[in-house]
């Protein structure tokens, strides 16, 4: 018997959702088997997270904050994400963009300790069963990957899962989807980067990328074993290359219950954006001209919620897709081109072929927002002529990391003598110009597809909308605050993501129920049913719990 206690209270200590380390009251030290196991003084939550601060602070790099934190997560849950929802601002950045792209790079050096499910080609036929040794008997939320376009980075293959990691830290720290009920996945089907392949130390499948049939295969396969095991599970697909993500979607979204965060949480997120910016700008919403220099998944996903958008202030679809116009590498999306993929052609206007520069010129937007992965096409040229014919010119570079952005915040700013409305995907200082503090936006998809995560598992709902996606958007842009627009900020706080998210869940919800995809009977009060559901990190009796 006291062999046996001894065995639980050692397997305490080293299971992630159980340990509280030295908070272990003394009580419990004897009861469950952990006397002599941990130093004599018991600690509170509080000094075990200034303890970890101090640790992360005195690091000289942000990777090895990114390894101290990914650490902690597998050792102590609780204590991570309530330092992470403690401390959003700071560890954000650590726990995903920018640093969770070097981390992705170097994820077969610094690997540590496997967390998340792995597909191969070699599981083709086996992927139902093989979930079965997946602990969590309830999972809510998958995000998967195929880690071919990571980021701005492109493929990185199995590194990727990094990714889906990041990601679902995210759902349990912004929007309190308790991390039992999450799964990071890495369809893992090869990848043609040549260095990893030549990296012995890589941890993926060292072959080329599975395509065409049999990656279309395997991907039906796993669907299908993931709505035969959780049923209603919410999947996203994540950082697929464009022509992928757009099939994918294209295919399952009125099959399963799934969204594609680059095309749709991408597009709610920048969206919010500019709705928020007409607060500063003056403009009504209806009349503004939109430009996108990039026409992957990002861009056109932002450009068809957009469209949706300018219908829903009373525009026709015709005249809503006139006001967008596109321009990528080979110059400004037109008809006569011949090499434009499916998802470009509603945005290819009958107009003249010009390069970026004249087609800024000639279409005068309102809003230029970026989504290239290549970093400084925000030329000073650019910034200047945009800040030309507008009073407030509006600039979104969203590539991600930050070392992808279009142009920097301080570049924006300077370069339009202080009066640009910027937004960018990974965080930047704010900005001092003329006397005058200028906060940046942060238009990072963590503001969207947390909260549209919990509102779709609050109320059950079977599809993912469209609608749902405008819903998100207008909610998150009216939680921006008045004093935030007056330093230029088109997104809330960080440290309010919480709040936001429920705000989101709440809208997201509604639209489910009106719509007929709830199954679950409407809660006398959605708002508090929706809060009451939360995760909340916190110590409890014997272990950690919610």
């Not at 992927?127 to 939320?141: F, S």
């Not at 990848?191 to 279309?216: C, F, I, M, Q, W």
């Not at 954006?273 to 607060?279: F, I, K, L, P």
């Not at 599809?463 to 330093?487: G, I, Q, Y």
Request: proline share 6%.
């Amino acid at each position: 018997m006291s062999e046996a206690i001894h065995d639980y209270g050692f397997d305490l200590l080293f299971h992630p959702s159980t340990n509280k380390s030295t908070a272990f009251t003394l009580e419990e030290r004897r009861r469950l088997g952990l006397a002599g196991l941990l130093p004599a003084r018991v600690s509170t939550m509080e000094s075990q997270k200034e303890r970890v601060l101090e640790s992360i602070r005195r690091k000289a790099y942000d990777i090895e904050r990114y390894i101290a934190l990914r650490a902690l997560q597998d050792r102590n849950e609780c204590l991570f994400y309530r330092t992470l929802i403690d401390n959003i601002d700071e560890l954000m950045p650590l726990v995903y963009t920018p640093t969770v792209g070097q981390a992705c790079k170097e994820f077969a050096h610094i690997f540590r300790q496997p967390r998340g499910f792995y597909v191969n080609p070699s599981d083709h036929g086996e992927i139902r069963r093989n979930l079965d040794n997946w602990p969590e008997p309830d999972v809510r939320v998958i995000v998967v990957t195929d880690g071919e376009r990571i980021l701005g980075l492109g493929d990185l293959g199995a590194s990727g899962m990094g990714i889906p990691i990041g990601k679902l830290a995210l759902y349990t720290a912004c929007a309190g989807i308790a991390p039992e009920h999450c799964l990071p996945i890495m369809l893992d089907v090869g990848t043609d980067n040549e260095e990893l392949l030549a990296d012995p130390l890589y941890l993926g499948v060292p072959e080329r990328r599975l395509r065409g049939k049999s990656y279309d295969e395997l991907i039906e396969e796993l669907i299908g074993a993931l709505q035969a095991k959780w049923p209603h599970a919410l999947i996203q697909f994540e950082d697929f290359l464009t022509p992928n993500a757009y099939r994918l979607l294209r295919r399952y979204r009125d099959r399963a219950f799934c969204f594609n965060d680059d095309i749709q949480g991408t597009a709610a997120v920048a969206l919010a954006g500019v709705y928020a910016s007409t607060r500063i700008s003056g403009l009504p919403f209806e009349d503004l001209r939109i430009m996108f220099l990039g026409a992957g998944s990002a861009a056109t996903g932002i450009a068809d919620l957009a469209v949706e958008a300018f219908i829903d202030a009373g525009l026709t679809r015709e005249n809503a897709v006139k006001r967008l116009t596109f321009v990528d590498v080979h110059g400004m999306v037109v008809a006569s081109r011949t090499d434009l993929q499916e998802h470009n052609l509603p945005y290819a206007h009958d107009r003249e072929r010009m390069d970026f520069l004249d087609a800024l010129r000639d279409v005068r937007p309102h809003v230029l927002i970026g989504a290239t992965g290549a970093p400084a096409t925000f030329t000073r040229e650019v910034i200047e002529t945009m800040a030309g014919f507008n009073d407030r010119p509006v600039i979104f570079a969203l590539s991600n990391p930050t070392s992808r952005a279009e142009c920097t915040a301080e570049q924006a700013y300077t370069w339009s003598d202080g009066r640009a409305i910027y937004a960018s995907g990974s965080p930047f200082e704010p900005v001092e110009i003329n006397g005058r503090r200028h906060r940046p936006g942060q238009g990072n998809n963590v503001y969207i597809f947390p909260g549209i995560g919990l509102g779709l598992i609050s109320c059950l709902s079977t599809r993912v909308s469209e609608p749902m996606f405008l819903a998100a958007a207008r909610a998150l842009a009216s939680e921006v605050t008045d004093e935030r627009l007056r330093e230029g900020a088109v997104y809330p706080p960080l440290a309010d993501i919480r709040k936001v998210s429920a705000q989101i869940a709440l809208a997201v919800a509604e639209r489910a129920y009106a719509d007929g995809f709830a199954r679950l009977p409407r809660p006398d009060d959605l708002r508090e049913y929706i809060l009451g559901r939360m995760y909340d990190p916190a110590y409890e009796e014997g272990e950690c719990g919610s």
